[in-house]
Every structure is written in structure tokens, then in C-alpha cells.
């Protein structure tokens, strides 16, 4: 009889898709994905617990539908998550014709702590110039935090970003500063935040919508699996097989991580992970959130 992963299972059914087709009754497809979800959720609670903050969670297919979530519609700082979204607006506007080549002068005196792709292209008298489409990819590749901010200045700011995330249908995600100032992360401050269910499904739009041109939807994925920012969080709880692209954020008070997870059978997911307050920091914050790829992953290593 062959085997055959049964309609409907997701990443937290790894443990049963070896469940056998023909033998499987919807009845018994159903307490088997419950129990699987079931058990994520429940080592989400503990990693929680274990991590001594506050854990957001949400996993969604490739149409944004929440599978699982841990405080998946709370508020979390977006850190620098939200340059996912900003660089998938930039792709949309040159969709509607805007320029890639279109050219973002900027100074010596511009630069940002953690700007490593706008100091490379400065001259001798201290003068650089992005063009929109590599602003965009050292935004997400290498988190150039002035790459974002030109990207934010031309396309209207923080309220452009919000206004244009909204259009979409997110009434969630905000962006209220620029960078460094968005990254305060006061609590109870609604002000640059986003929910992990809020930021996977606007995300899935994009990486695997329609929202873009097939061309540079796939420069956008591409951009996220070249980010080596984010190798020890969710990449690192997924098997090797499987493509992942992410682009993480870190407020010094926060780890987040955003990621796009296609399965060698061709599931598709987006896994939203936000990490407030830990008590832990560093390898052992990342590793916190590499356990919760694991946990929806069901532990699989290939």
C-alpha cells in the first residue's frame, strides 16, 4: 500500500505523515494532527518558560492561514523585520514603474550604527550613492540600517510604510521612526510593532502571492535565503533539505526572526517568531528560537 501524507497535514505533522492513506479515517487524520499540534504548542509554552520573556509564535501555509500561534496576535517590536516588508514595497512600486536604478545620494555624516553596505560605497570625500534596488537588497541581506532609512525617505517615511501595509490589508503593522529610533522597544508602546500572525501572512503575500511580479518575487527570496543574519534561529531548527529564507531583527531587548520554509514535497510556510524580554541573551536567545523551528518542524533532520 502506498504511503502518502494525508490531505490537509502541516510542518507540525512531521510525526505523522507517514500516517497510511488508504487506512486513515478522516477521524483518525484528525486526532493525529490535533495531538501534533498539541505537543508544539506545548513545547512553545516551555521554551517560554525557559526563556524567561515573553515568546510570540505563528506559523501560516502559503495563503497566510494561521496553523499554529503562541500569542501569534500580540504586539511585538518589529525590529529590523519590518525591512522584509519594506523591500517588498520597494519591488511593488517598481512594479508600478518606479526605477530600481533610481539613485539615493548620501554622506559620511548619514551613516548609522550597523550600515556596513552604505560605508563600502562612500569615496575618498566621504560621499556614497545607493540605487533603490541594492538599498533594498543590503536592507535585507546585510540589515543596512541606512540602506532602510533612504529606502524610508523616499517612499514617504515610517507613515508611507504604514499606510502602504495597511492598503494590504494589515491594520497590525505599524512603523511609527526611523532607524535606530524604532528599535526603543518601551513596553505597552504600540509604536513600531507588528503581531507574528500579522507579519507571516502579510510576508506570505509576497513570497508566495501574487502581490509581486513572478521576477521580483523571486529577487525577494533570493535576498532572504543570502541574509546570513539569522543562520542560528529558525535556519538553524530546520532541516537541511528544506529551502529557508529569513530576515531577523535584534533590539538588544528582542530577538525576532521572519522566515519562508518550502519542503522538499513542496509545502510551503511562513514561521513568524518574536522573543521580548528574554532572560537569556545572545547564542542562547537564538537558540531559544531555533528550538521553536524545531518544535513545528516535529524534530525532523532531513
Not at 24 to 29: E, G, L, V, W
Not at 148 to 171: E, K, M, R, Y
Not at 256 to 281: H, Q, S, T
Request: charged share 25%; hydrophobic share 40%; aromatic share 6%.
Amino acid at each position: 500500500m502506498r504511503r502518502r501524507r494525508a490531505a490537509g497535514l502541516a510542518l507540525t505533522l512531521a510525526a505523522v505523515v507517514a500516517l497510511a492513506g488508504c487506512a486513515s479515517s478522516p477521524a483518525a487524520t484528525n486526532s493525529a494532527r490535533d495531538s501534533a499540534q498539541a505537543s508544539a504548542a506545548n513545547r512553545i509554552d516551555a521554551l517560554e518558560k525557559k526563556s524567561g520573556g515573553r515568546l510570540g509564535v505563528a506559523v501560516t501555509d502559503q495563503f497566510g492561514k494561521l496553523i499554529v500561534g503562541h500569542r501569534a496576535d500580540e504586539r511585538f517590536a518589529m525590529c529590523s523585520t519590518f525591512k522584509l516588508l519594506l523591500a517588498a514595497q520597494t519591488l511593488t512600486a517598481a512594479k508600478s514603474g518606479v526605477s530600481l536604478r533610481t539613485p539615493l545620494p548620501f554622506t559620511r555624516a548619514d551613516l548609522l550604527p550597523y550600515s556596513p553596505g552604505a560605508e563600502r560605497l562612500l569615496d575618498a570625500e566621504g560621499k556614497g550613492e545607493y540605487r533603490i534596488g541594492f538599498a533594498a537588497e543590503d536592507a535585507v541581506v546585510l540589515s543596512d540600517n541606512l540602506a532602510a532609512n533612504l529606502l524610508l525617505d523616499h517612499f514617504g517615511g515610517p507613515t508611507g510604510f504604514t499606510d502602504h501595509v495597511q492598503a494590504t490589508g494589515d491594520l497590525v503593522t505599524r512603523l511609527d521612526r526611523m532607524e535606530p529610533d524604532l528599535n526603543a522597544n518601551i513596553p505597552g508602546d504600540p509604536r513600531d510593532t507588528t503581531s507574528p500572525a500579522a507579519m507571516a501572512k502579510s510576508a506570505a503575500a509576497y513570497i508566495f502571492g501574487d502581490k509581486l511580479d513572478p521576477a521580483y518575487r523571486a529577487m525577494l527570496r533570493d535576498w532572504l535565503v543570502k541574509s546570513e543574519t539569522g543562520l542560528t534561529r529558525i535556519r538553524a531548527g530546520l532541516p537541511r533539505t528544506w529551502h529557508v529564507g529569513d530576515k531577523t531583527g535584534t533590539c538588544g531587548t528582542a530577538y525576532n526572526d521572519v522566515a519562508f520554509v518550502e519542503e522538499p514535497g513542496g509545502d510551503k510556510y511562513m514561521i513568524a517568531v518574536y522573543l521580548d524580554r528574554p532572560a537569556l541573551k545572545g547564542d542562547a536567545a537564538n537558540a531559544i528560537i531555533a528550538d521553536v523551528a524545531r518544535a513545528v518542524a516535529g524534530d525532523r533532520t532531513e
